[in-house]
C-alpha cells in the first residue's frame, strides 16, 4: 500500500555535528513534501517543502534533498544544537489533493 | 496573531459519554483537518474539510463526526467514546490554492477510560 517512512526512529548525534534524518516513499503520484519538527508537548511545526520538480531546496540551517529514481529524501540540519531536539516527520501531498500522509518520525536526540 | 486554537487541551472520560473537540482558526483558511497521533503509528488523518459544508473522510474516520459551518471552526466529535480513541489529537488549517504547509494546533490529549 501506500506509505511513507522513515529508516529510523531515533539518531543520536554531538551538538555541532551535521545530522541527516532520512524518509523513503511510495506513491509515485506524490508531488509536494514536507519536513516537519515537533518538539515535546507540541503541535508539528513547518521546517521546509519541496516539490516534485526539485532535488534539492535550502533553508537557514536545513536542506531537503529528493531523490525521485528511488523515492528518497532526507533532511540535513547543519550544525545540530540543543533545541533541534525533536521528532521530525516527513510527510507527502499526491497529485489529487491536500491531504498529507505522515511517516512515523524519527526522534533526534542532540547531545552536548 | 495567527493561531489555531483547541479546546479542551486534556480531556478524560469515561466510554459512552459523547464529546466535542474544539477547533479554530483565524486565518481565514479554506482547509481544515484532524488528525490523531499514537505512539508507533505516527499522525493519520482523521477528517478533512476543503471549505464551508465540505467533509471528507481521512484513513481513520470510523468512531468520529465533524461539522463545518463555518470557515473558521471545525469540530470533532465522538459520539460514544470507546478507550480506543485515546489519543493526542490536532486540528489542522491550511490554504488549498497550490501546495502549502498546514499549520497545527497544540494538541487535545483525551483519555477514554
Known amino acids: 500500500g501506500e506509505s511513507v517512512g522513515l529508516h529510523l526512529p531515533t539518531l543520536s548525534v554531538q551538538e555541532g555535528d551535521n545530522s541527516i534524518i532520512n524518509c523513503a516513499y511510495s506513491?509515485?503520484?506524490?508531488?509536494?513534501f514536507i519536513w516537519y519538527k515537533q518538539e515535546s508537548g507540541k503541535g508539528p511545526q513547518f521546517i521546509i517543502d519541496?516539490?516534485?520538480?526539485?532535488d534539492k531546496r535550502q533553508g537557514q540551517r536545513v536542506t531537503v534533498l529528493l531523490n525521485k529514481t528511488v523515492k528518497h529524501l532526507s533532511l540535513q540540519i547543519a550544525a545540530t544544537q540543543p533545541g533541534d531536539s525533536a521528532v521530525y516527520f516527513c510527510?507527502?501531498?499526491?497529485?489529487?489533493?491536500?491531504?498529507?500522509?505522515f511517516g512515523e518520525g524519527t526522534q533526534l536526540t542532540v547531545n552536548p | 496573531e495567527a493561531q489555531v486554537t483547541q479546546n479542551p487541551r486534556y480531556l478524560i472520560t469515561v466510554t459512552g459519554k459523547k464529546l466535542t473537540v474544539t477547533c479554530s482558526q483565524n486565518?481565514?483558511?479554506?482547509?481544515m483537518s484532524w488528525y490523531r497521533q499514537d505512539p508507533g503509528l505516527g499522525l493519520r488523518q482523521i477528517y478533512y474539510?476543503?471549505?464551508?459544508?465540505?467533509?471528507d473522510k481521512g484513513d481513520v474516520p470510523e468512531g468520529y463526526k465533524v461539522s463545518r459551518k463555518e470557515k473558521r471552526n471545525f469540530p470533532l466529535i465522538l459520539e460514544s467514546p470507546s478507550p480506543n480513541q485515546t489519543s493526542l489529537y490536532f486540528c489542522?488549517?491550511?490554504?488549498?490554492?497550490?501546495?502549502?504547509?498546514?499549520?497545527f494546533g497544540p494538541g487535545t490529549r483525551l483519555t477514554v477510560l
Open positions: 474539510s476543503m471549505n464551508v459544508e465540505v467533509t
Open positions: 506513491n509515485s503520484a506524490s508531488d509536494y
Open positions: 510527510a507527502d501531498i499526491k497529485t489529487s489533493g491536500s491531504r498529507l500522509t
Open positions: 489542522a488549517t491550511g490554504w488549498l490554492a497550490g501546495y502549502n504547509e498546514q499549520f
Open positions: 486565518m481565514n483558511h479554506e482547509y
Open positions: 519541496i516539490r516534485s520538480n526539485m
